[in-house]
């Protein structure tokens, strides 16, 4: 296996053995991961390593295995304190170059797994992929209870969209008065 940062992101299909399983391993440096967590609305990505193997499936298929770990930080959803998370995922793609037709009238639900074939593997995109699958969709911190709320949005007014046309029968009276 080469060193997790000489490795390519991308892996042309024409390039891989079909006879022995290329193998791959991405770590991105601090840049990278701090940009995957903005694209993702992360408040931090503090560790975030995906690595496994490609081999060939069938006659002109590929199966990607691999092993997503990650430490993410996102606020709670009833606090918006921090919350950290640590993920440990395993994924599991087949690329074909025969996908079923989609656009036909009775469809049967496709495998999860299965993907088109196209020149590249993106790995960087499955990795970025995975992660957003992977992660907890509703975070809660410690002892969060749902009859909390938020220090933030509890000082903020609240308008009330329930009565739009409330005060406007006193304007009507008023304009209407002044004539």
């Known amino acids: 296996m ?3 940062e000489s490795h390519p992101q991308r892996l042309r299909v024409a390039h891989l053995n079909p006879n022995t399983a290329t193998t791959f391993h991405l770590r991105p440096g601090d ?30 298929g590929w199966l990607l295995t691999g092993k997503l770990q990650a430490r993410v930080t996102q606020p709670c959803v009833v606090t918006l304190k921090p919350v950290r998370s640590d993920i440990s995922d395993d994924v599991r793609i087949r690329f074909t170059p025969h996908m079923p037709d989609v656009e036909a009238e009775e469809v049967e639900m496709l495998d999860e797994t299965l993907e ?8 960087t995109a499955i990795m970025v992929e995975a ?9 809660r911190a410690e002892g969060a209870r ?3 709320v938020a220090p933030d949005v509890a000082a903020e007014p609240t308008p009330d969209t329930r009565r739009p046309f409330a005060g406007l029968d006193r304007l009507l009276k008023k304009d209407g008065g002044e004539s």
Request: proline share 9%; glycine share 10%.
């Open 131 to 139: 992660l957003s699958l992977a992660l907890p969709e509703y975070p």
């Open 31 to 60: 840049q990278p991961r701090a940009d995957i967590a903005n694209e993702l609305g992360l408040d931090g990505l503090s560790r975030l390593d995906f690595q496994g193997k490609v081999t060939a499936e069938g006659r002109d």
């Open 146 to 148: 749902l009859d909390q």
């Open 2 to 4: 080469t060193a997790p």
């Open 116 to 123: 088109p074939l196209g020149n590249f593997i993106d790995l």
